[in-house]
């Protein structure tokens, strides 16, 4: 039973560029979220999203959407980027409605 | 509003001896939700423990117990007999107010040295 898996594992950007983060969710999880980890502080939820659209919304801004597809894997994009981007980025899965969350190893952001 | 306090940075240990992890929480729901995450250095988050507020009791897996005190709003974490292995990042986290999306304190770094 594959657990989160998310893609690519380190990822170093210019600012001002675009990224896209993949996750694909444990079997038989419908519900994705991200999160974003800055160094030496806990995971900041960025967003959720079910039945492919986004349910709810941390403090984030705009810069930062997402997709959800069919088969409930998701895609994280900030556009834009700023320096104070660099973080671990963490994908979540779970079953609508259940608390538990399973997480991925997260991609390492760098932005330069 | 909720939040999570997790006073201790970091805690250094040698294996074998007993080791605590504090948490204290706010919120003005009174259903809610706390946990406690492992992070190892490859990052993922590994989930311990989930405990509602209606279930003051406190519960040992191994050699984890945790203590639930709603008069102190705390929810401790004990390692007893720590190993190396236990070396991690541990976070708690609360989910209140109807929502899944637990928020999370800074996390305490625990080491173990042999």
């Known amino acids: 039973d594959a657990g989160v898996t998310q893609s690519p594992t380190h990822l170093i950007k210019t600012r001002g560029q675009q990224v896209t983060l993949r996750c694909s969710p444990k079997?038989?999880?419908?519900?994705v979220s991200w999160y974003q980890q800055a160094l030496g502080q806990g995971p900041q939820f960025i967003f959720q999203?079910?039945?492919?659209?986004?349910?709810q919304r941390g403090n984030f801004p705009d810069r930062f959407s997402g997709h959800q597809f069919p088969n409930y894997s998701s895609e994280l994009n900030v556009n834009a980027l700023l320096l104070g981007d660099s973080a671990l980025y963490l994908c979540?899965?779970?079953?609508?409605?259940?608390?538990?969350?399973?997480f991925g190893p997260g991609t390492r952001l760098t932005v330069t | 509003a909720q939040k999570v306090t997790q006073a201790q940075t970091e805690i250094s240990v040698v294996e074998k001896e007993d080791v605590t992890l504090d948490c204290v929480y706010e919120t003005r729901d009174t259903t809610y939700y706390l946990f406690w995450y492992k992070q190892p250095p490859s990052g993922e988050l590994v989930f311990l423990i989930r405990r509602n507020s209606f279930d003051e009791q406190n519960e040992i897996s191994g050699r984890y117990s945790w203590n639930f005190q709603k008069s102190t709003s705390s929810f401790n974490f004990t390692i007893t007999a720590s190993q190396v292995v236990d070396s991690a990042v541990y976070f708690c986290a609360l989910a209140s107010g109807g929502s899944y999306i637990p928020t999370f304190g800074r996390g305490t770094s625990l080491i173990v040295h042999p």
């Open positions: 979540a899965s779970s079953l609508a409605g259940l608390y538990e969350q399973y």
């Open positions: 079997s038989g999880h419908d519900t």
């Open positions: 999203y079910y039945e492919e659209e986004e349910r």
